[in-house]
């Protein structure tokens, strides 16, 4: 299994960017993928998960009505708009379970990430 996330960068507040994740190695059709995220000093986050089975989305309080998650083929998508320089992190594509009011990663498994920074 391998998923190889992309497309982070520097931008300013207000501004947007779109994450990749591409996966290979495993019938990715049979899995929750979403994308969680680390800021420096803080724990992993789930940020959204979209369940392929039925095309259902989940995200984060914090990031709701400005993040999108999708999927085409093998490759996830995470549209962030309006950024805010709290959603400054390292973006990680892994396995997902919406659980409650979160989203949690159900396998310890993580590449190396894409780094996003939004300034003032």
């Known amino acids: 299994v391998q998923l190889v996330e992309s497309g982070g960068g520097l931008v300013q507040a207000g501004g947007s960017l779109r994450l990749s994740c591409a996966a290979s190695g495993f019938i990715f059709d049979a899995y929750a993928i979403g994308w969680f995220r680390q800021a420096p000093g803080k724990e992993r986050e789930g940020v959204s998960c979209i369940i392929s089975r039925d095309g259902s989305t989940h995200y984060a309080d914090s990031v709701k009505g400005r993040f999108t998650i999708s999927k085409a083929k093998n490759t996830v998508y995470l549209q962030m708009n309006s950024l805010k320089p709290e959603d400054t992190a390292v973006y990680y594509c892994?396995?997902?379970?919406?659980?409650?009011?979160?989203?949690?990663?159900?396998?310890?498994?993580w590449g190396q990430g894409t780094q996003v920074t939004v300034s003032l």
């Open positions: 892994a396995a997902c379970v919406p659980y409650g009011l979160t989203i949690i990663a159900p396998l310890d498994d």
